[in-house]
């Protein structure tokens, strides 16, 4: 019931996409500045999600070679909800994730992604990192040899990836 309850806002998401598809690079990457402007005019995250996810979306496409499903779009509506959405092993977490991490981050606070280890922190956030770095936003990975100095820079970003130690 609550899974179907997301359809309309996947189709919304889905009838985007060929106008995001049209958009140069440049244009796409705009795209950030257009939301961080929306946000302070007044709009809130629910209000720009569906053009944020299509933007996401034509992101992964573009420079990872991975389109995100409309389950995925789903797993990241739930996230951006802030509620838990249980994904099998392959279904796509990772790239589920960017969805809800770059809507938050458009916030301008900053969005930490929890992971299980080091290992997983570092590989997530370079694998993702054209999605993000190409709508001009910044990542970085906490790792546990990192020097204080290095770790304030890495709080810096946009997007964050650590373990909850971290």
Same mark, same amino acid.
């Given at each position: 019931? +609550?899974? *179907?309850?997301?359809?309309?806002?996947?189709?919304?998401?889905?009838?985007?996409?060929?106008?995001?598809?049209?958009?140069?690079? $440049?244009?796409?990457?705009? %795209?950030?500045?257009? !939301?961080?402007?929306?946000? +302070?005019?007044?709009?809130?995250?629910? @209000?720009?999600?569906?053009?944020? !996810?299509?933007?996401?979306?034509?992101?992964? &496409?573009? !420079?990872?070679?991975? &389109?995100? =499903?409309?389950?995925?779009? #789903?797993?990241?509506?739930?996230?951006?909800?802030?509620?838990?959405?249980? #994904? %099998? /092993?392959?279904?796509? +977490?990772?790239?589920?994730?960017?969805?809800?991490? =770059?809507?938050? $981050?458009?916030?301008? %606070?900053?969005?930490?992604?929890?992971? $299980?280890? @080091? =290992?997983? $922190? %570092?590989? @997530?956030?370079?694998? #993702?990192?054209?999605?993000?770095?190409?709508?001009? #936003? /910044?990542?970085?990975?906490?790792?546990?040899?990192?020097?204080?100095?290095? *770790?304030?820079?890495?709080?810096?970003? @946009?997007?964050?990836?650590?373990?909850?130690?971290?």
């Amino acid at each position: 019931r +609550k899974i *179907k309850q997301l359809y309309p806002l996947v189709e919304k998401i889905n009838s985007l996409e060929q106008s995001i598809l049209e958009l140069s690079n $440049a244009e796409l990457s705009l %795209k950030t500045n257009y !939301f961080k402007e929306k946000l +302070k005019n007044g709009s809130t995250l629910e @209000d720009i999600l569906p053009e944020a !996810f299509a933007v996401v979306r034509e992101s992964g &496409r573009r !420079f990872l070679g991975q &389109r995100h =499903y409309d389950v995925q779009l #789903m797993g990241g509506i739930i996230l951006s909800q802030g509620k838990i959405a249980e #994904m %099998k /092993t392959g279904e796509g +977490k990772t790239l589920t994730a960017t969805l809800a991490l =770059y809507l938050n $981050a458009l916030l301008g %606070k900053g969005v930490h992604l929890v992971t $299980a280890n @080091d =290992y997983l $922190a %570092k590989r @997530d956030s370079q694998w #993702m990192s054209p999605i993000y770095t190409n709508l001009g #936003m /910044t990542i970085s990975a906490l790792q546990n040899e990192m020097y204080d100095s290095e *770790k304030k820079r890495a709080y810096q970003c @946009d997007i964050l990836h650590g373990t909850s130690s971290e």
